[in-house]
């Protein structure tokens, strides 16, 4: 007899508040603080998460989506001065180049047309690797921004994800916490080093006219291509694996629960009823934050990689167009720069997914607990 009151009781505290009306979890009950704080250190104080997940569960999803994209649009077209005195150095170098080249070959003079293209190829280099210096520091610092976020955002989102099945929470946050450190590992000391060795490969092998290093610096960039596709694949099955188990687990946990408390006298009539009301808002709280999480990282990944967009084309563009006047192995030295942009674009994708990935498949695993 005890025991059963003792239940009633817990009951009672569980869903009072459905009763008086209230909701048992609410967009202001989340604690941002911290996130906020991340992005706010960071030049992107623009976005307040609370006010994102309102306009969604209003669903004024259109609007999130243009605000987002205005941002990322004020954030990169707007923000390219440095880059444009880089390329702006590269056709004057590219010009002088094509012009002392082809003017001494029409004298026959080649020893000095070769000093003067080395001189000029040297500083094409100087400038190419400055850019690509800026453009790695860009991904760092993306990376950095991006893993203080979801280090500080993920704790709260599981708050949500804990009370439709602590199982899921517990394992789902554990392999976020090792996809974390993997991320930084791999990015950090792995994948940009290689870039940076297939960059100084590339410019070195151009420096002689016959091609010595060409097949090592195709098979740097099939090594960090194919990793960063192995990484997605491999983070995606781990927790394809984990929604198909962890949530079925949860599952038969509030079964058991739900199937003791409809043997109550007089109460257990009315508990699905309210586990409905619970489970629902914690459901829309919970994918609404999801979703908003995805929105932010979809930012934090789109002005970097908008940016190493721009000067991947920019500098494709100035290849193409220089390509009938300038010596072909500095047009190649510039491929080769703009092929390492756009490996580290590729990059900073591939980390996006990966978190992009980890949010949706938990979102839609734990929507299946009852």
Known sequence: MKK????????????????????????????????????????????DSKEIMKELIEGDVGEVLMELVNLIRKKTIGDVSYVKKLILN?????????????????????????????????????????????????????????VNYISAVIPVYFVTVSITGQASALGFYQVILVVIGIIQFLFLHVFLP?????????????????????????????????????????????????????????ESKNTLTYKIMNSIPGVGSGIDSYTGIVFGSVRLIKNTMGGTIMIVIVLICGIPFVKMKLYHFSIQLLAASMQPVADQRMISGIQIAGDSIEMIASMIAGVSILFLVSIVIICISTNMIR
């Open 4 to 47: 059963g009151l003792l239940l009633v009781f817990l009951i009672w505290l569980l869903f009072g508040n459905i009763v008086a009306g209230e909701e048992l979890l609410t967009v202001e009950d989340l604690n941002f603080t911290e996130s906020s704080r991340v992005l706010r250190d960071n030049g992107l104080k623009e976005i």
């Open 194 to 250: 290689l870039v940076k060795i297939y960059l100084a490969l590339g410019l070195v092998n151009n420096l002689s006219k016959e091609d010595l290093l060409s097949k090592m610096c195709g098979l740097l960039k099939k090594i960090i291509v194919k990793g960063n596709r192995f990484l997605i694949g491999l983070v995606t099955g781990i927790h394809l694996l984990q929604a198909m188990i962890l949530p079925a687990l949860d």
């Open 90 to 146: 590269l056709f004057i170098l590219l010009i002088v180049s094509a012009f002392f080249t082809n003017f001494l070959h029409v004298f026959g003079n080649d020893s000095v047309s070769d000093t003067a293209f080395y001189i000029c190829y040297i500083s094409v280099i100087s400038v190419l690797v400055t850019l690509f210096d800026f453009v790695s520091g860009m991904a760092g610092e993306f990376l950095r921004v991006s």
